[in-house]
């Protein structure tokens, strides 16, 4: 279905954007995934929007195996405590909760593999966050994060399966030594890319639309 104002299929694209799931388990470790389809999955990225068209974010793309392990080794050493006390906090609060339990699995899953996905796409942004004093952190992210998220969606049109993941990071020097990556640059997050196994993805459990959306004032979801 097109809309009357739209030269884009509405149906298509509401698929596209609300079946895009982080993709863990499902990844096809045995699949290489081209250089040239991740670098078409970057190209529709960088129509992403930018503050004041400054395009600042750059791709490192890792397939070597030596480079991929020292991307895993560093998020392991910062996933361990990270997830035992999300384990612990979710056990507390709502223990048996089987929705958690199954990203608790998926993300302990990821952490162990990591090094055997396909690629790991690293975006990066030159310069760091109010860097120039100006102290618009948010203007310097929202001309960052589109661009990962539009990836992400290019790939999933692709049946490939991706994951934002950030916990490497604890280890950022680490890796930006290993990948020649300048102190001037900030690495933004970790997507494992990889063509994904099994059926199709589904619309996810959501609150709905009209429950979070306020009109005028908050928490006003009148009409």
Not at 26 to 32: K, N, S, V, Y
Not at 92 to 109: A, F, H, L, R
Request: hydrophobic residues 35%; aromatic residues 8%; charged residues 20%.
């Amino acid at each position: 279905m097109t809309d009357s104002a739209s030269d884009i299929d509405v149906a298509n694209a509401d698929h596209l954007l609300t079946t895009t799931r982080a993709v863990r388990k499902r990844l096809d470790l045995t699949r290489p995934v081209p250089r040239q389809t991740i670098l078409d999955c970057i190209r529709v990225s960088t129509q992403s929007p930018a503050g004041g068209n400054y395009q600042k974010w750059r791709w490192m793309v890792v397939d070597d195996p030596d480079k991929k392990l020292v991307i895993a080794e560093a998020y392991r050493r910062t996933y361990a405590p990270y997830i035992a006390a999300q384990k612990q906090a979710v056990g507390e609060k709502d223990p048996g909760n089987s929705t958690i339990d199954k990203i608790m699995s998926s993300s302990d899953y990821l952490a162990e593999i990591l090094e055997q996905v396909p690629a790991l796409v690293i975006p990066c942004a030159l310069g760091h966050p109010d860097q120039d004093g100006s102290g618009d952190n948010q203007g310097w992210w929202g001309s960052c994060i589109p661009a990962v998220w539009s990836y992400m969606l290019a790939a999933r049109a692709r049946g490939i399966g991706t994951a934002w993941t950030t916990l490497h990071l604890g280890g950022a020097e680490e890796v930006g030594e290993a990948l020649g990556i300048p102190s001037t640059v900030m690495q933004l997050a970790c997507v494992p890319t990889a063509y994904y196994t099994g059926d199709t993805f589904r619309v996810g459990a959501r609150r709905p639309a009209e429950e979070v959306t306020y009109f005028n004032e908050w928490k006003n979801t009148e009409m």
